[in-house]
């Protein structure tokens, strides 16, 4: 399906109930700088979307620091803290209820959400993944493309579903690896492409679902 029908199909299960601004719920373990690319683009005019909710499983992370720089709601979920993953994701899925956010993004999320918490957000979770999938699927995809000797990597925005990165692609974007790039060097150029490719993505199912029924 093209990524334009995935958008379509995302914006179908989506009611905003702010009609200028759709609210995403971003989902991140550690660093956050696509946190922060979200948060960047989301105040500026082209925006048709802000973030309603930040969540981190790690104490201390940066992502939580981020949210709190900009006054955006956030809770720190550590699913350490929980006896059973059921325990976790109903506490995942509770903040997200409570911020009302319509929109769940995992943006260096590293836990496998279970089939019930996507049912629950059906076709509205989406996934950013550093490698041009179908290649490369799960952890150090990064490292799986130098491996293997590719001449180009990138990164996917997908759809989830119940399998590992193995959702509806909605966009890529690509760049060269070079014969002198290591680990760092490469994480930094997907890192640059992802900054754009995430709110770009992002904002499209924003516009889609605001500008429905408007003619
Ligand atoms: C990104 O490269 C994303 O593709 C992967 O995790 C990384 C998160 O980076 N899933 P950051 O925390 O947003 O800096």
Not at 102 to 126: D, E, H, T, Y
């Amino acid at each position: 399906m093209p990524g334009e029908d995935i958008i379509s199909l995302i914006a179908s299960h989506i009611e905003s109930k702010d009609k200028s601004r759709l609210s995403i719920g971003v989902l991140s373990s550690g660093n956050g700088s696509n946190l922060q690319a979200l948060i960047d683009f989301s105040t500026t005019k082209d925006s048709y979307f802000k973030v309603g909710s930040v969540i981190s499983n790690t104490p201390g992370s940066l992502a939580l620091q981020r949210a709190q720089n900009h006054g955006i709601n956030y809770h720190l979920v550590d699913h350490r803290a929980f006896n059973e993953r059921l325990a976790f994701e109903n506490k995942l899925m509770s903040c997200l209820l409570e911020d009302d956010v319509q929109l769940v993004v995992l943006a260096g999320f590293m836990r496998v959400l279970s089939p019930s918490f996507l049912a629950r957000f059906k076709n509205c979770v989406i996934n950013l993944h550093p490698s041009l999938l179908p290649k490369h699927r799960g952890l150090n995809a990064i490292k799986q493309a130098l491996i293997a000797k590719d001449e180009r990597t990138g990164s996917t925005v997908h759809l989830v579903d119940d399998g590992l990165d193995t959702g509806p692609i909605i966009a890529q974007s690509s760049c060269p690896i070079f014969s002198d790039d290591d680990l760092a060097s490469v994480t930094d150029r997907i890192k640059q492409l992802e900054h754009a490719l995430l709110p770009s993505v992002v904002n499209k199912i924003a516009r889609t679902v605001i500008t429905k029924g408007v003619f």
